[in-house]
């Protein structure tokens, strides 16, 4: 089954403490890209991928880091997080280099709680 | 900053009614998309629109896009109680295709 895979559903952890969230698509897809989604504030993009090798700043970039080694997987890595970053994140790929071409698919969200 | 604006922010309509949301935004576009999201899932596209065209079907949603005025609406028509979920429009804030862009969507509520 063609789908975008996220890993952990659900964390909580402390502040501070270096967390990574994992994203793994298995449809061959160049784009991939994180959100953040908070109450009143929709989806803001954190960082994009339009391929391996290949990452950029979103919108509120700041306190993540990404890496795109591999084609199928781009984990998203908190190295100090604080409470501000408690938030529910998704993870979306789509074909092709360009999200505004395509449509994205998007994984089934991880709840994040920073305390 | 954000490139696409729903309105209204929640709607509520019978079943069987039809249910129009709107987008505005700011910038010229490549394409607009719209999606939906039932409650805290993941997002579902919807269609998508390119910049050149003004009208699309896709089975019981039509929606249109006027470039002029920086907007458009997504029509849901014969809604049902399934419909019930969050509508974000969503499109491209750089020109490049890249940066993408939501915004905080519409909630519709169909009551039974």
């Known amino acids: ?26 449809m061959n897809h160049e784009y991939m890209s994180w959100y953040r989604q908070d109450p009143g504030l929709g989806l803001r993009q954190i960082y994009y991928s339009m391929n391996v090798e290949v990452t950029d700043k979103g919108d509120v970039p700041e306190g993540y880091k990404v890496s795109r080694k591999e084609k199928r997987n781009f984990p998203l890595i908190l ?12 993870c979306a790929s789509s074909p092709g280099g360009l999200a505004a071409f395509n449509e994205q698919f998007f994984g089934p969200g991880t709840r994040l709680t920073v305390l | 900053s954000q490139q696409g604006e729903e309105d209204p922010q929640a709607l509520s309509i019978q079943e069987g009614e039809n249910a129009t949301m709107n987008c505005s935004y700011k910038t010229s576009i490549n394409n607009l998309q719209w999606y939906r999201q039932n409650s805290g899932r993941g997002l579902v596209h919807l269609i998508l629109i390119r910049s050149n065209e003004r009208e699309k079907h896709s089975g019981r949603l039509r929606v249109t896009l006027d470039t002029s005025k920086k907007s458009s609406s997504l029509l ?6 399934a419909d019930t ?15 993408f862009v939501f915004g905080p969507g519409t909630r519709l509520s169909v009551l039974p």
């Open chain 1, 1 to 26: 089954e063609a789908q975008v895979t996220q890993n952990p559903r659900y964390l909580i952890t402390v502040t501070g403490k270096k967390l990574t969230v994992t994203c793994s698509q298995n």
């Open chain 1, 79 to 90: 190295e100090s997080p604080s409470p501000n970053q408690t938030s529910l994140y998704f």
């Open chain 2, 76 to 81: 849901i028509t014969a809604s049902r109680a």
């Open chain 2, 85 to 99: 979920a969050s509508y974000f429009c969503a499109t491209d804030a750089d020109n490049y295709g890249q940066n």
